[in-house]
């Protein structure tokens, strides 16, 4: 099958799936964290005064792998001060869960099929506005931020993942 057969397919397989079409990146080197054959990192941008941040799933397999999680409060964005890097200052979760992590709330199952070998899905949580962190009490400045994301297949898990830099103003 020729390369082009091949991306075609790979293509096709994504769409019926219900996935995006890979992605590129752009900023700072992604840290990945292995979850069995996906590479998981997280995504930010942080402009127009709402951030838009997602997770990236990597298959480093040759089987297609599906991704499953809560579609609405799967991924949330927790900021951090530069100075205190592991104590959040504010978590998107508390607008669409009781608890960060907590999924019983959520009413459908996002499933993402991600096709084999080096491609790249990007999981969307919902966009945040700059104004709505900043208007729970938080100065404007730098922060650091990560994504919580609770991932229910290929295994049970929730991670936070670091996503960089976040300029508020």
């Known amino acids: 099958m020729s390369a082009l057969r091949a991306f075609a397919a ?19 080197e992604p840290v990945y964290t292995r979850v069995g ?7 930010l941008d942080a402009s127009g005064g ?13 089987d297609s ?10 991924i949330s964005l927790v900021v ?3 100075a205190a890097p592991d104590r959040p200052v504010w978590d998107s979760a508390r607008w669409i869960a009781p608890e960060p992590g907590d999924t019983t709330g959520c009413p459908r199952l996002s499933r993402r ?9 990007r999981l969307y ?6 104004v709505q962190v900043l208007g729970d009490s938080l100065p404007a400045g730098d922060y650091s931020a990560a994504l ?16 960089g830099p976040l300029r508020l103003e």
């Open 10 to 28: 790979a293509a096709i397989l994504t769409a019926l799936a219900g996935c995006a079409l890979p992605a590129t990146r752009t900023g700072p």
């Open 37 to 43: 054959p996906l590479d998981l990192s997280a995504t």
């Open 50 to 62: 709402q951030i838009v941040a997602a997770v990236d799933a990597m298959n480093l397999d040759h």
């Open 65 to 74: 792998v599906t991704v499953v999680y809560p579609a609405l409060c799967g």
């Open 80 to 82: 951090f001060r530069p």
């Open 113 to 121: 099929l991600v096709v084999p070998e080096q491609t790249l899905a």
């Open 125 to 130: 949580m919902p966009v945040v506005a700059g």
């Open 148 to 163: 919580r994301f609770h991932l229910l297949q290929p295994r049970d898990t929730t991670l936070l993942l670091p996503a």
